[in-house]
């Protein structure tokens, strides 16, 4: 049950980290950014969001367990993420540059056109949804890594 709990805070949190680091790339890509640049910028400030609140929040020290030295804690958090992110960043390129995804979309991006929402075309669209689907293989990945190992704490108690 406390795994299960952790894993619900654990999403909580990883909405409020998509947020960042989708809406950072949502914003960057919609000024043409380069899309595996902007996906990198959002995974950087993303990855603070995500220490911040997994250190406050899921993954809080138990007083009997020790401490965490709180820089090799971030640091790890980066590693961790980093995996996501590499996979991420395989399964855009998948998304975006092999199955050429915004070509489904082309009817959603005139409709948003129709509407007067030219800024939202296929391009635009397929890197997002791209972005999105990528979510379902990274958000468990990410728990399990930073679970077991960002965040373990070795017990200072000898037994």
């Not at 709990?5 to 680091?21: A, D």
Request: glycine share 6%; with cysteine; charged share 15%.
């Amino acid at each position: 049950m406390r795994n299960f709990l952790q894993f619900i805070k654990f999403g909580i949190v990883g909405i409020s980290n998509t947020l960042v680091s989708e809406g950072i790339y949502c914003v960057l890509v919609y000024f043409r950014m380069p899309y595996l640049l902007a996906y990198f910028i959002g995974f950087m400030l993303s990855v603070l969001n995500a220490y911040y609140w997994s250190s406050r929040y899921v993954f809080k020290t138990d007083p009997e367990q020790g401490e965490r030295v709180w820089w090799k804690v971030l640091l790890k958090t980066y590693a961790a993420y980093l995996w996501g992110f590499l996979t991420s960043s395989a399964l855009l390129v998948f998304w975006i540059d092999w199955i050429r995804l915004s070509q489904y979309l082309e009817g959603l991006a005139e409709t948003f056109a129709g509407y007067g929402l030219i800024q939202f075309d296929a391009e635009f669209l397929g890197n997002v949804l791209a972005a999105g689907l990528n979510l379902l293989v990274t958000m468990p990945m990410n728990f399990f890594v930073n679970k077991y190992w960002a965040y373990r704490v070795k017990s200072s108690r000898k037994d």
